[in-house]
């Protein structure tokens, strides 16, 4: 390398940059992540490939076959806050009893038919 010219390397990152990571991993682990959708299944290699990319994002992942359990479980959550995907045919009976709780921060409607959904 000539004179003048430096190699980028850990301590050249802004430390604006540093803390705003910093501050996102910190937040990625107060969330939990619930999958309430009745097609969920162990043996579904589909279900299991997405739960896995999903993990590389948030390490607390709870998945539902039964909206009702999943709002009892929901409840009991005290110290944070929930992301949750919801297949389109149990979303139907299930955003309007979980949108007013506090815990839950997002929703995410998983369905095939997104023109549906969109009313």
């Not at 929901?74 to 506090?102: A, E, F, N, P």
Request: proline share 2%.
């Amino acid at each position: 390398m000539g004179k003048g010219q430096s190699k980028p390397n850990a301590s050249t990152v802004p430390k604006s940059a540093e803390g705003r990571r910093r501050i996102n991993i910190q937040q990625a682990q107060n969330v939990l992540l619930i999958w309430l959708d009745s097609n969920i299944a162990e043996t579904n290699d589909d279900c299991q490939n997405t739960i896995i990319k999903l993990r590389c994002i948030v390490n607390d992942i709870n998945t539902f076959i039964d909206g009702d359990q999943c709002l009892e479980f929901i409840q009991t959550i005290v110290d944070k806050k929930v992301c949750m995907i919801i297949s389109g045919s149990l979303g139907q009976h299930t955003v309007s009893r979980v949108h007013s709780m506090s815990q839950v921060d997002s929703i995410f409607i998983f369905c095939g038919n997104k023109k549906y959904h969109e009313q």
